[in-house]
């Protein structure tokens, strides 16, 4: 079935520095999304991708869309305290439709002040 | 703004026990999802629902059903609980399929 992986899976940054989360699907995807999930809540959606090479920037956040549609990335630049949580890049099983999301393995951030 | 609601937040129930989740999506969403989530793992994709038939199923174990009613809330029956059921349970809604998510606070069901 389809395996989506995530790199790293922890990192620790001082407050100020860049954080990149790299996600990397076995199948081509029609779409991607990103969530960001804080200790305790619940995943909450920041960003679908569909185009292929596709860049999106939400302020200190950019995400992009592999040439290939099958890897995507997010950047955050300049990392805040209230940026800590793991952050899952979710995309659709293609084998079965678009009801059917596969998570991640997702990338947990730590923000030291 | 309306929300997806989950009930109950937090559940106690004994191995082989029955559990029943229930899930209000966000009015006017058609699709429902529900996802598992272990401690320190990913969400896991169980079931889907669009227009209150099932769409997709995933790792769902065979002791659980989920279906979606009429209002378009959808309920998730545990039956013959085990420890390892033991999850944060998430459901979430969507306008149409591959449209943004929306995810419920979840339902922590501890079993015993």
């Known amino acids: 079935g389809q395996q989506v992986m995530q790199i790293p899976q922890y990192q620790h940054v001082q407050e100020g520095e860049d954080f990149t989360t790299y996600c990397n699907s076995s199948?081509?995807?029609?779409?991607i999304q990103w969530y960001k999930q804080r200790p305790g809540g619940h995943p909450v959606f920041l960003i679908q991708l569909v185009k292929s090479g596709e860049v999106k920037k939400q302020k200190r956040l950019t995400f992009q869309f592999g040439e290939a549609k099958k890897n995507s990335s997010l950047h955050i630049t300049a990392t805040q305290t209230t940026d800590v949580g793991t952050y899952f890049c979710?995309?659709?099983?293609?084998?079965?439709?678009?009801?059917?999301?596969?998570f991640g393995t997702g990338t947990r951030l730590k923000v030291l002040a | 703004a309306a929300g997806v609601i989950q009930s109950p937040r937090h559940l106690i129930k004994e191995k082989r026990e029955t559990a029943t989740l229930k899930c209000y999506p966000i009015p006017r969403h058609d699709t429902v999802y529900w996802y598992q989530q272990g401690p320190g793992q990913d969400p896991q994709f169980l079931i889907s629902?669009?227009?209150?038939?099932?769409?997709d199923k995933g790792s769902i174990p065979d002791r659980f059903s989920a279906q979606q009613f009429s209002d378009y809330h959808s309920e998730l029956n545990m039956s013959s609980l085990e420890l390892g059921d033991s999850a944060l349970y998430f459901c979430a809604s969507s306008d149409d399929a591959g449209q943004e998510a929306f995810f419920g606070q979840g339902t922590r069901l501890t079993v015993v």
């Open positions: 629902f669009y227009e209150k038939m099932q769409s």
């Open positions: 199948t081509t995807l029609s779409n």
């Open positions: 979710a995309g659709p099983d293609g084998t079965s439709g678009t009801y059917k999301y596969i």
